[in-house]
Structures are given as C-alpha cells and as structure tokens.
C-alpha cells in the first residue's frame, strides 16, 4: 500500500516499474529506452545549470551511469523514475556549481532575478514533452514573483538557504517559507493539472 | 526533535540548501525509517523534478546516446589462443599488437582532443546565436564615424559588430570594455584581425544589463590591459 501523499507522482509513466527492473536485470536496451525517454529534459535542466555545453553533456552522461549503477535503489511505489532520474541529474549540476573545478573556471552561479524560469521551449520536443513543459510553465507561472525568485535560485542556481537570504536581502525564516509555500502551490497546481506524463 | 521539526526544513533538504550539519540531522531521521517524512520527501522531489521542465528545452547532443550506451555495454571478450605454433613468430605478433595499440592509443587522443576543441566552437557559436536571436537580448546602434550594434545577453555576453573603425596605431590593439553604472570597467577582450575597418566580436559573460552603462572600446598595448590605458575612442552607451 501507497502512503504517497498526493501530487508525488506527478511525472510518472506506467510502465516505471517495468523498465526499473529491466534495468536492475541490465538489459542494455531498456538503458536505451531510458535514455530516448529523459536524455533531452536531463540535458536541458543541466544546460541551464552550469551554462555550459561540453559540461552539460560531461554530467548528462554522468547521470545516466549513475542511474544505471544505482538503480535498486529506485523504488516505483515512491516515485516517479522521471524524478529519480532528473533527482540525480540536477544533483550533479548543483555538485559541479559548488566544485572548486567550477570555481577556477570563474563562473558565477548567481542569477539574475529578473531572469525568469519559465521560458519558451527552444528546438524540437516531443509532444508530451512539450504539454509537460506547458503544464509545468502554468504552475509556475501561477507563483507570486518571490516564490519564483526563490524556486529559481534554489533549483537552477544552486544557492543555499543562507545565499538566498543574503541575495534577498530577507531573514532566513522568511526565506524558508517562501519556499515551502512555493513548493506546495507548485505541486497543487501539478496534481489538479493533471502533470502526469501521458 | 520530533518529525515537525524536520518537516519544515524537508524542502530546503531536497534542495540541498541546508548546511552539511542540518542535512546531516534529518538524513539520518529518514535513515531510522520514518515512513512519513520519507513519503513526504518523495512528494518534494516529484514536484521538484517537474521545475526541471521549465528549463528552455534543448536536444540532447548526437554524441551523447554513443557515450551513454557505449559506456554500459559489456567489452567484448576476445577469445584466448593458449599457445603460438610458432614461438618467435608469436613475439613478433605481440610486439606488432603493442605498435597497434599505442598508435591507436595516440588516434583516440587526438579524436579527443579535436572534439573538445570542435565543442568549444560549437559553445560559442550557440552563444552567439543566442545573442543575435534571443528574446532577453538588449541592442544598441550607434553611428557617426564608426558604426554597427552592440548585442547584450544577460547571460550568453556581448557581441559587438563594427565597421569604419579607424586603424589602431602601430603596434597597439582594440580592447572591448563592459563598463557598469558604478565601478571599474571590465576587460571584455581584444578585438581580433579583421578586413580594414571592421570587427565582430564576441565576449561570453553573465551580465546584469540593468547595471551595464556602456560598452567601449579602447586602444592598449599588445595583450590588452587590466584597466583602460587610454580614454576610449568609442562609447556606446545603454
């Protein structure tokens, strides 16, 4: 029996279960439907991370290894394998933003706040990719400025609690209910809008 | 501490924005299995995931699927001749595959090394794409004497395009400069050789445009300068 709270499985697909234990079988192919399935979302939200192309592709492989080499301890009755996977995607971006080899690199993680999240879909997608991103563009879009601020620096730009008090000039408390408001709008609006994958 | 206690730092744990030592306490509250918290967590992380798709969505690169899948496969495993019928023509034979495999060793270098180098081209030409194309791009056209567009991207840089420069004088090279509304301009790289008269430059760079004055253009000394050594010939302002 499930005791997911709603909403937590806003991006599953129904054969998860299946493909997870292809994939604890290491069969290479279901490997390859993983791949066709994520490669270009896990690309893309690593892209807007590090903002550079050639480590983008370095940690979208980095991804995919690691989801192969720990996938037992994937659990469908969870989660979705879309937020595993893109779990470890982003944990790699923000890992490389913190890395001293990010540093020597002079790159800065700080984004603007004027620089919204939620931008048009650039280059082809799949339709259900695309519906997704739409789905996902409204409830975003539905989020008062300071909550999308905080989502973004968070999420994208990799900042710590304490980063995105100093950068908003807001005490932590505020800071930290922001977020949490923020993340239970988002997911209100996901489950009511049905952001399941089709 | 109780499970409400963690609950209300649960998102910034899923964020990785707390600090090593409050990460720490409530990794190990799950890890004593609290189904509750762990449950809750799942939710955070399905929901964080899906922010993921609100980044501008790109195709992954053709190279990627050979390196992923290719880096999964089983090597294939050659089968092993216990003896050579011939001794001596046995160590000719292996001394010939060490040759092979340096050989092959210094190609699969070189590919590298020229796939590297083929995506830094590839980078910056998507920049500069970015820059010419992009909805967040500031431009400015300036005229008189020399003319042409400055082109700002708050996160790709500045691409300058330029013609009727006046030739620097010998010995001296054209160095961009960023210069923000308070502060030190900013080195944003020397222009390089192009027809009489023209240039087109690019400088990648984060860049705030609500805090960029002007970009201007200086004559320095070969290898550019930290700080403009002369009053820039060219200003264009924002």
Known sequence: MSTIPSGARILASG??????????????????????????????????????????????????????????????ERGSLAAFVLTVARNRGIDYLRSREHRLAGKSVAIPADDHPVLAVEGASALEQQQLVRRVRGALEALSPSHRTVIELAYFGGLSHSEMSEQLGQPLGTVKTWVRNALRVLREHLAEGGARRP | MNCSDHREN??????????????????????????SCGAELAAIEETLAAVAFAAPQREAPVTLRGRVLGSVRPSRVLPV????????????????????LFIEEARVNRVRTEMQSLRTVVARQE????????????????GEGASGRVLLHPRRGV???????????????????????????????????????????FHPAELDL?????????????????APTTTPFLIVGL
């Open chain 1, 15 to 76: 054969d998860d279960a299946q493909l997870a234990a292809r994939l604890v079988r290491r069969d290479a192919d279901a490997l390859s439907v993983l791949y066709d399935r994520y490669a270009g979302v896990v690309y893309s939200v690593l892209l807007r991370i590090v903002r550079d192309t050639a480590v983008a592709e370095d940690l979208a492989q980095e991804t995919f290894l690691r989801v192969w080499n720990g996938i037992h301890q994937y659990d469908s």
């Open chain 2, 10 to 35: 649960l998102e910034l744990y899923a964020l990785k924005a707390l600090p090593a030592a409050e990460s720490g306490v409530i990794r190990g509250h799950l890890e004593e299995g609290c189904s």
């Open chain 2, 210 to 226: 609500s805090q960029v004055a002007a970009v201007a253009l200086s004559v320095e000394p070969p290898g550019g300068s930290a």
């Open chain 2, 81 to 100: 001749r216990r003896s050579f019928p011939w001794k001596p023509l046995g160590w000719v034979a292996a001394a010939a595959a060490v040759t092979v």
């Open chain 2, 159 to 201: 691409l300058l395009l330029a013609r009727n420069l006046p030739v620097p004088p010998a010995g001296r090279v054209y160095q961009m400069w960023i210069v923000p509304r308070s502060g030190a301009p900013r080195p944003a790289g020397l222009l390089a050789a192009e027809p009489p008269g023209r240039a087109a430059h």
């Open chain 2, 127 to 142: 920049a500069i794409l970015d820059v010419l194309s992009g909805p967040e791009t500031r431009e400015v056209v300036f």
